[in-house]
């Protein structure tokens, strides 16, 4: 992001003001408008990793009616990660960073009572994917690196392959087949027109935003060429918003409006296969059937060379026939599978303000919103090879045929919200506010290697609040804390399938806690800020959870687990932030200096990508320290500074998610650390970066 004027983050339901609809808040970030005097500025850093990052922009009058503003930021760096697999496709660094963007505002005033804003914008990202490494603490050795070394092995089923790197989760070093590559464009534009009649102002939102996506990655995350997914993203969207808002300060201050959304929504997915996956077939077809028939014949009371040589002669002629079947077939477009999406949604919505008097208000709203999607799927296997065995007998089960040329979904629901604010002083105020909100329901555009429902259904919230916003020591502290308890009605919970995630409907979800948000300036040097926040997550029905990674058919829908009662996952107990700074003047010159420390606390939480409670997914608690300091010019008109981000390069999972196709290698054991486990895949998070940067104001 850049030129930011401000970012305001609102909690619980937002429907009764916004357009779009918000069933667990907003972030509402507002850009700097076009100024009638010429301004501007330009930001350049330079850091570790070659990291180079520009920006800035220029504002100023065209006419006595107009004036206008433009933006870039542009950036470049190496990537975090390094591998040491050389493969084709591959390099050695992991994470490669691009991205460009431009902004144009034009704001335009044609008479007294009319506004017109207008903006266009454009961006580009591009990227070579994250560090994905092996949760290493997952990892039985040497029993799986001995499985994936013959798995892999592309002369049999025998030691002598390759294995990924496993020793330490945190080194930013992996051996694995890494060719991924993302290039996201997208272009929108909003025309923001404000007719002030009378007592009222109408105002009018239209939006056009066109996005595309092409993403690359290998599949499986395997040091051989395997398995290569290619999706391409494509949406297009339209909006249109009509307000009436009433002037403020009256008895009765309303915003009513009307809005109409519209998404078309395509995703083109194929599977193509690498010249080492038939191989990997081959072996792994082989140990299926060479292990039973060797252990059969063990018990029949054949001694273990006979035994061996009846088995691997009974193996060889199915894993050479499922190899034929896995190299005659089609290896680009192995799996191919098209969704596509249209949506339509209206809404009605009111906001209702009643000031009783100079200390007592009520607030009210209401919503209405109506969701039509209509979409369609299919998804075609031309290589026989990928079938479930039902359809297949050589079949590895990574996905199924399957067509749904029409899938619709409706619903519509009334929301509200309703508050009252108590003035207790003139520097404390009291409130409590409850609330309801909506997550339409929608369609599963994955595939997966059985039938599965298409539909999931709607989310539904229920929000209550109370609270106090404060001002103390002659408003040199704000303090506020506000207690919360969020009910979240048929949660729409992610359960991973070993490619894809499928999204289903759970039963309830409770989420109560406390936030307290504190910012102070005891003098002109110091400034400060606090936040707090504690979590208390509960599943409050939740019996049909994705079993462990070592329960057989442990995919959703099957087998599953009753997680009643349990945490959710990504909800830290405590998160805590703090940030203080000291400035001064520099001797006795019109320089000035400052110092800045920021600190992140988050402990301990289960960032497993599928709700499945699995223990080998919980991150432990860590903290996360950032530094600046720098010099300014008179006046602010100039600043250089060193900054640094992760300054104790703490090591940290984002999320965590089983091994692709772990179940079908063999990556998984009933007794992995005491869980039914497996290995495990965890997407690191930013190291230490420090640079310099300079800004220069005009």
Request: with cysteine.
């Amino acid at each position: 992001m850049s030129d930011i004027e401000a970012v305001e983050i609102l909690r619980g339901p937002q429907g009764t003001l916004f357009g779009r609809n918000a069933s667990m808040g907003a972030i509402n970030i507002k850009t700097r408008r076009p100024s009638e005097e010429l301004e501007g500025e330009i930001r350049g850093s330079f850091g570790n990793f070659d990291a180079i990052r520009l920006s800035g922009n220029v504002s100023n009058s065209i006419s006595s009616e107009a004036s206008g503003r433009l933006s870039f930021h542009y950036s470049d760096r190496d990537g975090f990660g390094n591998n040491t697999f050389t493969g084709t496709g591959n390099n050695g660094e992991i994470g490669d960073w691009q991205d460009f963007g431009l902004r144009g505002k034009l704001n335009f005033t044609p008479t007294d009572t009319v506004e017109v804003n207008v903006s266009l914008d454009y961006s580009e990202v591009k990227n070579h994917g994250s560090i994905i490494e092996v949760l290493s603490d997952t990892v039985i050795s040497p029993d799986y690196e001995d499985t994936l070394s013959a798995v892999l092995n592309p002369l049999g089923l025998a030691p002598g392959g390759p294995v990924p790197e496993t020793t330490d989760t945190f080194d930013y070093t992996v051996n694995q087949d890494h060719a991924d590559n993302a290039d996201d464009k997208q272009f929108g534009g909003v025309i923001d027109i404000t007719w002030d009649v009378g007592d009222h102002v109408l105002r009018s939102i239209t939006s056009y935003r066109d996005w595309k996506n092409d993403t690359f990655e290998s599949a499986l995350r395997l040091p051989a060429d395997l398995l290569n997914r290619i999706t391409a993203y494509d949406a297009e969207t339209i909006s249109h918003e009509f307000q009436i808002l009433s002037t403020t300060g009256n008895y009765l201050d309303y915003v009513l409006g009307f809005y109409v959304y519209d998404e078309n929504y395509n995703i083109d997915q194929q599977f193509d296969m690498g010249p080492d996956f038939c191989g990997a077939v081959r072996n792994l077809i082989f140990g299926q059937v060479y292990e039973p028939a060797f252990t059969a014949a063990l018990n029949g009371g054949a001694d273990a060379a006979t035994a061996q040589a009846t088995a691997v002669a009974a193996a060889t002629p199915v894993s050479a026939a499922g190899e034929g079947q896995c190299t005659t077939g089609p290896q680009t477009a192995a799996i191919d599978s098209e969704f596509s999406q249209d949506l339509t949604s209206y809404a009605l919505f009111g906001h209702f303000t009643v000031n009783v008097n100079e200390y007592l208000r009520f607030n009210g709203g209401i919503r209405w919103t109506a969701d039509g999607k209509n979409g369609s799927y299919e998804q075609l296997v031309p290589n026989d090879i990928l079938l479930p065995p039902t359809l297949n007998p050589l079949g590895i089960n990574l996905r199924t045929i399957d067509s749904v040329p029409e899938i619709a979904f409706d619903d519509d629901k009334l929301t509200w919200m309703a508050n009252v604010s108590y003035d207790v002083t003139v520097n404390a105020t009291i409130f409590a506010t409850a609330s309801t909100g909506f997550k339409s329901g929608g369609f599963n555009s994955d595939g997966a290697n059985r039938i599965i429902p298409r539909v999931f259904n709607s989310e539904n919230v229920n929000n209550y609040e109370l609270g106090i916003k404060s001002y103390l020591f002659d408003n040199r502290m704000m303090a506020n804390v506000t207690v919360f308890k969020t009910e979240i009605e048929n949660y729409q919970d992610r359960q991973f399938d070993g490619v894809n995630f499928i999204v289903q409907n759970v039963g309830q979800l409770t989420q109560d806690g406390i936030e307290v948000d504190i910012q102070m300036q005891p003098n002109e040097n110091f400034y400060g800020m606090l936040g707090l926040s504690y979590l208390d997550s509960e599943f409050d029905n939740f019996s049909n959870a994705t079993a462990l990674p070592a329960v057989i058919a442990g995919v959703p829908g099957e087998n599953p687990q009753n997680l009643t009662g349990q945490r959710n996952h990504f909800s830290p107990k405590i998160q805590l932030s703090a940030m203080a700074e000291w400035q001064d003047q520099l001797l006795d010159t019109p320089y000035g200096w400052y110092l800045r420390g920021e600190f992140q606390h988050i402990s301990s939480q289960n960032v497993g990508a599928e709700t499945n409670q699995n223990p080998q997914s919980i991150q432990n608690g860590y903290e996360l320290v950032n530094a600046r300091a720098g010099i300014t010019g008179p006046e602010d008109q100039w600043e250089i500074a060193a900054f640094a981000r992760n300054l104790t390069n703490e090591g940290y999972c984002q999320t965590v998610f089983n091994q692709p196709i772990g179940t079908t290698i063999g990556l998984i054991d009933d007794d992995v650390n005491g869980t039914l486990g497996g290995m495990q895949r965890c997407i690191l998070g930013t190291p230490r970066t420090y640079g310099i940067e300079a800004l220069f104001r005009f």
